[in-house]
């Protein structure tokens, strides 16, 4: 069995990968494309009960939890002020299974220092641009300042933009552009109480927003707003400034506290076009692998890609474990991960259609008759517990069929 590996990318699958396979007795090496690690990366996330045991089965929940917004309680308002419901966040009636909110920058962090702590080298700057199986065992990735390096396996954890998954599966579709552009930062405000165990959402006028403001005062704040899909650059081009003028603007008439939210908010603001991916039809192609949103990555509507990509990773390292050769664990890897993750996209794809916000007067006021009754219904709803009681346990074998030829 193989001992060496790449890991291209160091956001929430890459470190995790890693730090499985060295409990294997591997020597991962990651590779990222940023020049350093960027701790504001994508301001901040929802990590489910279902990620947060991944991260119990690394030892490191009680470090994340140690800087997070335990978030139990989901409550929505209409553009006019009317409290619209409460959902919880996590499996309905168990608050204390229920999701917590944190920075983006703090999770890649605690994985990464782990990983450095065991001794797992990272190397910034490393933009992979292509693959080459070497004949004999090995592979070779090549990177855009024109180094390289080869290992027994090379797994790609490189997002949804992923160049491993257009190695692994040249035919797959591209990401479909979800419609919004999620864009988010933190603020101060005097004005705006901290929201204990609770996180809030508007659907203003003209785009939806979220916010949560933590027992210190710091408020976590994002907007989905409904734009065309943007061009290549488009909106990593645009400044902190425009995003706020227009933020400011798209949100001027809403309830309080979101305009004081935005007059408040200070720091880097980024805006990130929103991409799913439901169905990659081969995740694997010899010595390659993909993990994480590089094969199906899921709206953030849902609270669940981290939490995914970290499953992915553990159900990985325990096929390499279990199976007689990593052919065999890459075919088991896909078959037991794949249904799951394509009915949380799906999942994912029904909230984000519901996040776009519609310009037509009678279809907000149709919106906002219906959705308290929608509400009440999802508080109490137990059909998505799937989402969330996901069985996974390090010390299961799993059943893996030997593939011949591949
Ligand atoms: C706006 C937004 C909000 C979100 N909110 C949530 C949320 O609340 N909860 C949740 O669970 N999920 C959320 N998600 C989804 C979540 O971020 C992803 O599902 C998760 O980060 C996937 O992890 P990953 O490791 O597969 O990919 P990423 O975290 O995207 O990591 C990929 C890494 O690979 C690097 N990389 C890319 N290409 C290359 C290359 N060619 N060579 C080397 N390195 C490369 C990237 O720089 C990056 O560091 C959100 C996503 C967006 C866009």
């Known amino acids: 069995m193989s001992r060496t590996a790449l890991i291209i990318g160091s956001g929430v699958a890459g470190p995790a990968m890693a730090l499985f396979l060295r409990r294997l007795g591997w020597e991962p ?30 030892g490191l929940r009680d470090r994340l939890l140690s800087d997070a917004h335990p978030c139990p309680r989901m409550v929505i308002w209409s553009g006019r002020g009317k409290r619209l419901g409460e959902v919880p966040n996590g499996p309905a009636g168990e608050p204390e299974r ?79 552009y979800t419609g919004l552009v999620g864009v988010g ?15 809030h959402f508007v659907f203003g006028r003209r785009s939806f927003f979220g916010y949560l403001v933590r027992d210190d ?36 008439g809403d309830p309080d506290p979101v305009p004081a939210i935005l007059a408040a908010s200070s720091g ?24 994480g949103d590089a094969v199906h990555a899921t709206s953030p509507s849902a ?18 474990r279990d199976a007689p050769d990593h052919a065999a664990a890459f075919a088991a890897y896909q078959r037991i991960r794949q249904p799951r993750v394509e009915q949380v996209v799906e999942y994912g794809r029904a909230i984000s259609n519901r996040k776009t916000i519609s310009r037509n007067p009678l279809a907000v006021l149709a919106r906002d008759a219906v959705l308290p009754m929608f509400l009440r219904r999802a508080a109490t709803d137990r059909t998505t517990r ?11 074998t799993v059943t893996t069929v030997a593939t011949p030829g591949r």
């Open 268 to 291: 880097d603001i980024r805006g990130y076009p929103v991409y799913d991916l439901k169905h990659v039809r081969q995740w694997s192609r010899g010595r390659v692998v993909a993990v």
């Open 185 to 199: 930062g933190f603020a101060r405000s005097a004005g705006v109480a901290p929201t204990p165990d609770t996180q």
């Open 386 to 396: 799937w989402l969330y009681d996901h069985q996974q346990s390090w010390e299961t």
């Open 217 to 252: 005062g710091e408020i976590y704040w994002f907007a989905n707003v409904t734009r065309p899909e943007p061009r290549a650059g488009e909106i990593r081009a645009l400044t902190t400034e425009s995003w706020l003028a227009e933020l400011r603007d798209l949100h001027a």
């Open 29 to 58: 090496a990651v590779y990222e494309a940023a020049d350093e690690p960027d701790d504001y990366t994508g301001a901040f996330l929802n990590v489910a009960t279902n990620g947060l045991a991944v991260l119990d089965e690394l």
């Open 98 to 176: 229920a999701s917590s909110v944190l920075r983006r920058g703090w999770l890649h962090q605690v994985l990464r220092e782990e990983a450095t702590r065991q001794g797992i080298p990272f190397t910034f700057g490393a933009r992979l641009t292509s693959i080459t199986p070497l004949a004999g065992e090995a592979v070779r990735a090549t990177f855009a300042d024109g180094t390289s390096a080869e290992a027994d396996l090379l797994i790609g954890c490189d997002g949804v933009g992923s160049v491993t998954r257009e190695f692994v599966d040249p035919s797959a579709a591209r990401p479909d």
């Open 303 to 320: 609270g669940q890609g981290a939490s995914l990509a970290l499953e992915d990773t553990m159900a990985l390292a325990q096929c390499l």
